[in-house]
């Protein structure tokens, strides 16, 4: 039915497949699985596919999706429970503090609560909780900020942008195990008897009481563990048994196509975070302007002739200027910044 | 699963509540909204209607087999009741027949959803464009929801005739709306 390989989508192709469409509107868990990862996988398209969206949204009669999260949010608000919920709440109770506010006195929790009611917007609003199949949670963060949220353990957990993380229900009962598609750190809290457990693809990382990040790098070919506090035991499903313990400042370099995997010395860059890392992968202009609309809110225009070019760079705590100056130089552009727009010359 | 899922909510559990809020949400809007062509009274609407099951749902038939529909029908009796609140002058009977026979059509029902009136505008001019036959397929894949071999059925035509359609349909949408580029960025934040 496809003209186009998937690769090449152009905002009509996705428009008019019927699985995206499906997708979009919440219609079959397998397309929605699909695109998901497909999403993450190939982030260049987002772009195109977050128009497509937009525009499958509005002619499906459907509220825009901050509309549709503010009804979310107004319901689960509306019918909050009256009792403290019970231990295996979704993490999302577990941000109110609910649990901890047993020991504090009356007062006290009242005014604690008065104030941390601004944070589940925060977090519905960046992420959202999706229930799938009657025991796996899963999180996914389609903001283009970091989520923060705590797990029914206490570790924290930081999940970049377009980054899923899903665990059982019953995370922390059995075991700590949690499934990463994409990038995010974790705070581990101490658990002798439970070992925090993370796979991704083929690499599972087993922690006791630690703090880590497992990044993608190199058009998503590598994969990093990067160990801050504490040990870490790295190991590929794929070896035979074969595995790599981390100390701190540490990190395990795994080449997702050769399989091969080996561990070198780390520093912390300063607080670099997964906020502050914008990556281009061979992205044109409308491509780059709807990035830089999603991270800073500024408009990018095109008033140069030249317009066949495609950009691959990445940027660091760089500020929208920094960045479109790099961009321009690299490309033999001008630009010139207004206040909330950056022309292209 | 679906009406497993009921027989939580009656018996009080408020994650099935919302799951089964979360899940027909938008469904139930778009009908709502073809009803009324009112974004703030069908979302109320919808607001009204859940608190309505939560508060009453020990009284409630546990084995609801179709939820959706059940949740369509009781959305329908909802909003027919609040346009006959607000419609002093007919008297409330008639309110159904509001519902039933003036229907608004596919095009209207876009154009009223635009919120500013410059949106409403290059909406109109832009679907004036397109054919009877590429509207209403465009009708039945977004807004009835149904896969290109069903519509195949409807209309007669083939599955690839269909897609086809659909998507020269995107393409003359997307191009008369390039005039206003935000469009899609709008309906997305």
Redesign the interface.
Same mark, same amino acid.
């Given at each position: 039915m496809n003209k186009r390989r998937i690769g090449n989508y152009q905002v009509e192709d996705f428009l008019a497949n019927g699985s995206f469409i499906n997708y979009c509107l919440h219609q079959n868990r397998e397309d929605e699985r699909f695109w998901d990862e497909w999403l993450i996988a190939n982030p260049e398209k987002r772009p195109l596919a977050d128009q497509a969206m937009g525009m499958i949204s509005m002619l499906s009669l459907n509220l825009p999706e901050k509309e549709y999260r503010e009804e979310l949010l107004r319901m689960s608000m509306a019918v909050k429970p009256a009792v403290v919920p019970p231990v295996n709440q979704p993490s999302i109770l577990r941000f109110l503090n609910w649990n901890k506010s047993s020991e504090i006195s009356r007062s006290r929790k009242r005014r604690l609560t008065r104030y941390l009611v601004p944070a589940p917007v925060i977090l519905l609003v960046a992420g959202y909780l999706l229930l799938k199949g009657p025991g796996m949670i899963e999180k996914y963060n389609q903001g283009s900020l970091p989520l923060s949220f705590t797990l029914s353990d206490n570790t924290v957990v930081t999940l970049a942008s377009h980054s899923k993380l899903s665990y059982t229900r019953d995370f922390g009962s059995k075991e700590r195990k949690v499934n990463l598609l994409g990038e995010a750190s974790f705070q581990v809290r101490k658990d002798g008897i439970h070992p925090f457990i993370v796979c991704e693809d083929d690499l599972v990382a087993t922690v006791l009481g630690t703090e880590f990040t497992i990044r993608r790098e190199h058009n998503d070919s590598v994969m990093l563990v990067e160990l801050l506090k504490g040990r870490l035991r790295v190991e590929t499903t794929g070896s035979s048994g074969s595995f790599i313990i981390l100390d701190p400042h540490e990190r395990v370099v795994y080449n997702r196509y050769d399989k091969h995997i080996f561990k070198e010395a780390w520093l912390a860059e300063g607080s670099v975070s997964l906020s502050n890392r914008l990556v281009f992968r061979q992205n044109n202009f409308e491509e780059i302007a709807a990035r830089m609309k999603s991270v800073f809110g500024i408009t990018l225009v095109n008033r140069s002739n030249k317009k066949n070019w495609r950009f691959t760079g990445e940027f660091t705590n760089s500020t929208a200027k920094e960045i479109i100056e790099n961009i321009c130089q690299v490309e033999g552009l001008n630009s010139e910044s207004g206040e909330d727009t950056i022309f292209i010359k | 699963m679906k009406s497993n899922q009921w027989g939580c909510i009656v018996v009080g559990d408020?994650?099935a509540?919302?799951?089964v809020?979360? /899940?027909h %949400? *938008?469904a139930l809007?778009?009908y709502g909204? /073809?009803l009324t062509a009112n974004r703030e009274l069908t979302?109320d609407s919808? *607001?009204e209607m859940?608190?309505e099951i939560?508060q009453t749902r020990t009284t409630l038939n546990k084995e609801v087999e179709h939820v959706r529909s059940y949740l369509f029908t009781w959305l329908r009796r909802k909003i027919s009741s609040e346009l006959g609140r607000s419609n002093t002058e007919k008297q409330h009977a008639a309110s159904m027949d509001i519902l039933s026979s003036d229907v608004l059509s596919y095009e209207d029902?876009?154009i009223a959803?635009q919120q500013s009136e410059e949106d409403k505008h290059k909406l109109h001019s832009a679907l004036k464009k397109l054919s009877k036959g590429q509207l209403e397929v465009?009708r039945l894949?977004?807004?009835e929801?149904l896969? %290109?071999p069903e519509i195949a059925i409807r209309t007669g035509l083939s599955?690839?005739t269909v897609?086809n359609l659909?998507?020269e349909a995107?393409?003359h949408?997307?191009e008369s709306m390039r005039i206003l580029p935000l469009? /899609?960025?709008?309906?997305?934040?």
């Open positions: - | 408020r994650d509540f919302l799951a809020y979360e /899940s %949400y *938008q809007f778009a909204f /073809s979302k919808i *607001q859940f608190l939560w029902l876009l959803f465009i894949k977004f807004f929801n896969s %290109y599955p690839r897609y659909v998507y995107m393409c949408l997307r469009l /899609s960025l709008i309906s997305l934040l």
